[in-house]
């Protein structure tokens, strides 16, 4: 018989709060995946954009900042905005957010490690809302994406989840 165990799943759920704190970025973003600059070539092209549509013309454009709390634009105004606006991101280059496994390797750690920066990269979304090309990342400064919760629901979707309460409740198996 198999059981459900609460406290490991809550172990599991804070050592994953643990790591998100352990690898939290700078301002700057995560040096495997850093936060754009004016240096980037669309800087300007997005910034212009951005004023166009109503946004302030460094919108995700300074750094990891909570650029959504109190956006009306976003809808994070009131007094239970949704969990995203309180998050930071910044707009990422995604030529800058590759792995290197030669690097990684010549480093003497194993591909997809997170110790070393060219093992790891960083999540990070395509904009849909500007005809500028623009990449967007929580997880390069340190936050999940809980503005396009899309790629979290497909590896669900479809799935049948089963839980219970109390640690002794016996799972009787998928029907």
């Known amino acids: 018989m198999w059981r459900l165990q609460p406290r ?7 050592m994953l709060l643990f790591l998100f704190e352990l690898f939290k970025a700078d301002a700057a973003g995560a040096v495997e995946c850093p936060c754009v ?45 949704p969990a995203f606006c309180e998050a ?9 957010c590759g792995t290197d496994r030669v690097e990684c390797e010549d480093a003497g750690h194993a591909y997809n490690d997170a110790v070393h ?3 790891r990269s960083r999540n990070r979304q395509k904009s849909k809302l500007w005809a500028t090309e623009a990449w967007y990342s929580y997880a390069t400064c340190g936050y999940l994406d809980r503005y396009d919760t899309s790629p979290f629901l497909a590896m669900v979707q479809g799935k049948k ?15």
Do not use: M
Request: charged content about 15%.
């Open 8 to 14: 490991k799943a809550r172990l599991g759920f804070g």
């Open 37 to 81: 600059t004016e240096a980037w070539s669309g800087f300007a092209a997005l910034s212009a954009e951005l004023t166009t549509k109503g946004y302030p013309a460094l919108y995700g454009l300074q750094g990891c900042r909570t650029y959504d709390l109190g956006n009306a634009l976003e809808n994070c105004t009131g007094a239970n905005p």
């Open 88 to 96: 930071e991101f910044c707009y990422v280059d995604p030529a800058a």
């Open 117 to 119: 920066p060219a093992c």
């Open 161 to 175: 989840l089963i839980a219970t309460t109390k640690h002794d409740l016996p799972y009787h198996g998928v029907s």
